[in-house]
């Protein structure tokens, strides 16, 4: 019995060596592994910073909403910008929507700009006329 389970014993360290063998290979796999090795810490430190920076960022926006959650509701309005203007985007035009070479859908986007005339995120709804200038 024990003549048998050294018999294993051996194999299996061959086995291994031979497998580590083919990994390694002949041509500097070491070297190559530890680069890897190397550019694989690189990245899990730049990934850690990274980490750290955006849970500060989560641990200041938390401040900020119980903050805001904290005022009454008038003085939240207060606070919040006012829309000052609506732009439309150059980006709208007439777009051939089933690309027959007819430009037959109107697309329209706008801006919204508030009192400090940075763009910002508003509801509601936008109706579009258009009227023939030629006619």
């Given at each position: 019995m024990e003549k048998t389970?050294?018999?294993?014993?051996y194999r299996l360290v061959v086995a291994a060596l031979a497998v580590c063998a083919l990994v390694l290979g002949c041509d500097g796999g070491t070297e190559k592994l530890f680069?890897?090795?190397k550019l694989l810490a690189e990245e899990?430190?730049?990934?850690k910073l990274q980490v750290e920076k955006l849970?500060?960022?989560?641990?200041?926006?938390?401040?900020?909403a119980e903050t805001l959650s904290a005022l009454g509701?008038?003085?939240?309005?207060?606070?919040?910008?006012r829309l000052a203007s609506i732009e439309i985007s150059g980006r709208s035009g007439l777009y051939?929507?089933?690309?027959d070479g007819t430009k037959e859908s109107l697309v329209v986007y706008v801006r919204t700009i508030d009192d400090a005339g940075d763009?910002?995120?508003a509801v509601g709804s936008v109706e579009v006329q258009l009227w023939d200038l030629e006619a």
């Open positions: 389970a050294s018999a294993i014993k680069d890897q090795i899990r430190t730049e990934l849970q500060g960022e989560n641990a200041e926006l938390t401040k900020r509701p008038a003085v939240r309005l207060d606070v919040l910008g051939d929507k089933d690309k763009a910002i995120k």
